[in-house]
């Protein structure tokens, strides 16, 4: 009973490196999120992909990039890894016009 | 402006007590309103949701929504320490063929023994 699963649960980056964090999710949902959340700001969203073969822009997609690999599969990479994406990163699922999003136990980023 | 104001606490009463976190706001395309649930290190869970004005209850929780106000609640009745999480209201509009959920920063609830 997996639902969402994300790798890694924790990483450390210096600022400049890459990094792709990965996520899965096996309730065959078509549409998948990434989300930052910081201190007092809540959950903002990056990325989107309303189904397979599509991704769009969220409300913070500077420095970011995406893939929605399959079905099942979105990853989220940084490129060029800055302190002020030090974050707790978390995937999330749903079925296209559900109201319900599943949410992955998150990655925890840190870049110094 | 943020599009979603939630006061983020945090919050902190004795078992047994009745709890009321609020949010407020300012988009009128939001379609449904929810709270999720967040233990410390874990993803949020969907707590409850509404899609009208009005009150929905569920257990010990009562969401309660007001439109005109741009307002919503959710009510904690006989708080229990295991209710000790931070919650997370949550609105809901069409995003192309996809949901955005816009979140209010949450407020952090400890329920002491």
């Known amino acids: 009973n997996a639902g969402v699963t994300q790798t890694p649960k924790f990483q450390v980056l210096k600022t400049g490196q890459s990094m792709t964090l990965q996520c899965a999710q096996d309730m065959n949902h078509n549409s998948m999120y990434w989300y930052r959340q910081d201190p007092g700001m809540g959950l903002r969203l990056i990325y989107y992909?309303?189904?397979?073969?599509?991704?769009d822009k969220g409300e913070v997609p500077n420095g970011y990039n995406v893939s929605r690999l399959n079905k099942r599969e979105f990853s989220l990479r940084l490129e060029s890894a800055a302190p002020s994406q030090t974050s707790v990163y978390f995937c999330?699922?749903?079925?296209?016009?559900?109201?319900?999003?599943?949410f992955g136990q998150g990655t925890r980023l840190t870049v110094v | 402006q943020k599009e979603v104001e939630q006061d983020p606490g945090p919050l902190s009463v004795p078992e047994g007590a009745i709890v009321s976190l609020n949010c407020t706001y300012s988009?009128?395309?939001?379609?449904?309103f929810m709270w999720y649930r967040q233990y410390s290190r874990k993803g949020p869970e969907l707590l409850m949701y509404?899609?009208?004005?009005g009150n929905k209850e569920d257990g010990r929780f009562t969401a309660q929504v007001d439109k005109s106000s741009k307002y919503i609640s959710l009510f904690i009745r006989d708080s229990q320490p295991s209710d000790s999480a931070t919650y997370l209201c949550?609105?809901?509009?069409?995003?192309?063929?996809?949901?955005?959920?816009?979140f209010g920063s949450g407020t952090q609830l400890t329920v002491l023994p």
């Open positions: 988009n009128s395309a939001f379609q449904y």
């Open positions: 509404t899609y009208s004005s």
């Open positions: 949550a609105m809901s509009a069409r995003l192309g063929s996809a949901r955005q959920l816009t």
């Open positions: 999330a699922s749903s079925e296209v016009r559900a109201t319900e999003a599943f």
């Open positions: 992909s309303a189904s397979e073969g599509t991704t």
